[in-house]
């Protein structure tokens, strides 16, 4: 396959030399800030439906994007936008906001289903989503301290079939209750 | 060579310092240079990003953004205040004091007047700030003399409401004080324009309005291009799905003419389309400053930059980025001006301290509402290829065309707004 002319230089630090001017290809930081008009600046999302990227995992951001780019993983927005870059250059800004401190989210939590999720949650999720969300398990997305719509917005997703569950997730969420799931979403959401 | 009065008022004043005259209405300097020091012209949505950004990524240099309003009214969303969706334009303004704080960005709140390429300082309400760079983030101004009649008392009669604050405001008042089975004309200029979906999006905030509340109302679209130059299969199906019988949109229809005695606009200065509310949208330009310091090109609107550090092809040292400079195939919006704001900010820090220069990557996305609920959205990647601007093959387009998305969108469009103003704030 042919690598776009963007990734390649990237990916080999090859200068575009042009008639134009002499400039670097977009840097990691270049490619990522653009992302943070509608994600916060360095990916701290102020906007409860869009998904905070400052330091979540950078496995759980390649797979993310690549899944926006063949459209296995449904989307608004983000097909058309990660269809615009190369392989490499999702590396470079996964690995860009993976490096970002945590970003505190400021959202209204119900303290019950907190409690409720915390006792659910090392039986259930623990094996993957490590160290109360705060960490993920090869590409499994950190969800410590993220947008509590959000997480319910992908959990609709999932248990309507239009996001595909992983295996191992499919197994402990079918038997759960409605409830069940809100309470755990409520926890990772209030891990600070 | 021929000299314009500005250039040659400029030589009178520099003859005048060099022998020892008083520099008569010369200001004085407002804040003396120490150090390196970036003026940004403009807290909008380029301005405000561009000044955050360079202190995020050198602290070293001083930041002064100069904008003439101690506060900034969003356009995006300001169609939802006039169509009643939005009860006040609150959720829409922002302050600079964090900026200030979380940043150290000096704020200062002044009109620039002129700006002198050759001195690097620029002259404003307050006196005068000189610069190693100048970054230039004015929006745009109104060719006025293109609407026979349409001046600034008109534009309190027939508001334009295309810059956020009172004229959106009173707006949405005539749209109020207007009787059930009344008509409202809206006039669309031919493009470029500041954003391309706008008028559109208007219009469906309108029809929404009237449908609810004035149902036997109509709103008579004259558009001078020859079709909707935005998502327009995706606006004719919401406006048939919803708005039918109250849209009326007339496609090559330039108002060259306005009375406002009579509340009627001229189309082509012959024929007369009269309205009980008329909004006004005219041609427009880059923003007066500038077209006074020289910056637009051969159109004499719009500024040529360099695609990659936004430098001014016409001024060096001078950056021009947002609604007023050409970045190829990217729109006038606010999340362009946004991602223009952070390519210019990286490379003005790379010139300052004699690095190399980055190419750019950007990005846009405009949300249109439909209806309360709906949205639809434009999306795309840009790139530099051999020195220009380019829209990543492959990559990024419009909604699916059977509005599948258009309630989620909705309510994407909702955190779009709330971070890139957090962006442009805090
Ligand atoms: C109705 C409407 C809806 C829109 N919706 C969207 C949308 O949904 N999404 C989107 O991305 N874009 C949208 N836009 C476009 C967006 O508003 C502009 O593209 C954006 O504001 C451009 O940013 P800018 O920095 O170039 O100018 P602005 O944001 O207008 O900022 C310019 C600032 O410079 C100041 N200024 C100018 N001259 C001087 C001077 N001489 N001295 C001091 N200060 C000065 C002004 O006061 C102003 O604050 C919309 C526009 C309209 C009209």
Redesign the interface.
């Given at each position: 396959m042919m690598m776009k002319w963007r990734g390649w230089a990237l990916a080999t630090g090859v200068l575009a030399i042009s008639a134009m001017a002499q400039a670097a290809p977009p840097s990691a930081a270049m490619l990522s800030n653009a992302c943070a008009g509608c994600h916060g600046t360095n990916g701290g999302s102020a906007g409860p439906s869009m998904p905070t990227l400052a330091s979540q995992s950078k496995e759980a951001i390649e797979a993310a994007m690549k899944k926006f780019k063949s459209g296995e993983r449904p989307s608004t927005i983000m097909g058309r936008l990660a269809k615009g870059y190369s392989d490499a250059e999702i590396t470079a800004m996964a690995e860009f906001f993976s490096k970002q401190k945590l970003h505190p989210t400021n959202q209204t939590l119900d303290k019950a289903k907190i409690a409720k999720g915390a006792s659910l949650q090392e039986s259930n999720c623990g094996r993957c989503h490590i160290e109360d969300g705060k960490e993920g398990k090869d590409d499994t997305p950190v969800m410590a301290s993220q947008w509590l719509p959000y997480m319910q917005m992908q959990m609709t997703d999932y248990l309507s079939g239009k996001r595909k569950m992983p295996e191992k997730m499919k197994e402990k969420v079918d038997p759960m209750s409605k409830e069940d799931l809100e309470a755990l979403l409520h926890f990772y959401a209030s891990v600070k | 060579m021929t000299l314009d009065r500005r250039s040659f008022l400029k030589l009178v004043g520099a003859g005048a310092g060099a022998a020892g005259l008083p520099l008569i209405g010369r200001a004085a300097e407002l804040m003396p240079k120490a150090g390196k020091r970036v003026v940004v012209i403009g807290g909008g949505y380029g301005g405000t990003i561009a000044a955050?950004?360079i202190r995020?990524m050198d602290k070293s240099i001083e930041v002064v953004m100069i904008e003439r309003n101690d506060h900034f009214v969003s356009c995006p969303f300001s169609n939802l205040y006039i169509g009643g969706i939005l009860k006040d334009l609150n959720p829409l303004t922002i302050k600079y004091d964090k900026l200030a704080s979380n940043h150290g960005v000096k704020v200062v709140q002044a009109e620039v007047t002129a700006i002198d390429p050759a001195a690097k300082v620029v002259t404003t309400s307050k006196g005068t700030v000189s610069y190693d760079r100048l970054v230039v983030s004015p929006g745009i101004d109104f060719r006025l003399d293109e609407v026979k009649g349409y001046d600034a008392a008109a534009m309190e009669k027939m508001p334009h409401a295309w810059k956020a604050g009172p004229q959106t405001v009173l707006l949405r008042k005539q749209l109020e004080a207007m009787k059930d089975g009344g008509t409202m004309v809206m006039s669309v200029p031919l493009a470029p324009y500041r954003c391309p979906p706008g008028p559109y999006e208007r219009a469906s905030m309108v029809a929404h309005y009237l449908k609810k509340n004035k149902p036997k109302s109509k709103l008579v679209v004259l558009d001078a291009n020859p079709d909707i130059t935005s998502k327009g299969p995706l606006f004719k199906k919401g406006w048939k799905d919803n708005y039918e019988g109250i849209i009326d949109y007339r496609p090559a229809k330039k108002v060259t003419e306005v009375n406002v005695q009579a509340m009627a606009v001229l189309v082509e200065g012959l024929e007369e389309v009269k309205g009980d509310v008329i909004n006004l949208i005219p041609p427009q330009r880059a923003g007066q400053i500038a077209v006074a310091a020289g910056l637009v090109g051969d159109d004499k609107k719009w500024c040529p930059v360099?695609?990659?550090?936004f430098e001014s092809t016409k001024h060096a040292g001078i950056h021009v980025i947002g609604d007023a400079c050409v970045a190829g195939p990217m729109p006038k919006s606010g999340?362009s001006a946004?991602?223009e704001a952070?390519?210019c900010a990286?490379?003005v820090v790379a010139l300052i301290n004699g690095k190399?220069?980055?190419?750019?990557?950007?990005?846009n996305?405009c949300y249109s509402y439909i209806t309360d609920k709906d949205a639809i959205?434009v999306?795309?990647?840009y790139?530099?290829?051999?020195?220009k601007i380019i829209a990543?093959p492959?990559?990024?387009?419009v909604?699916p065309a059977d509005y599948s998305?258009s309630k989620?969108?909705a309510?994407?469009a909702?955190?779009?707004?709330?971070?890139?103003l957090?962006?442009m704030s805090?």
């Open positions: - | 955050k950004y995020m360099n695609q990659t550090t999340y946004n991602s952070k390519v990286a490379n190399e220069t980055t190419d750019l990557s950007g990005i996305t959205s999306a795309a990647v790139a530099v290829k051999e020195g990543v492959n990559s990024g387009g909604s998305a989620l969108e309510i994407y909702q955190s779009w707004l709330k971070n890139i957090t962006e805090t």
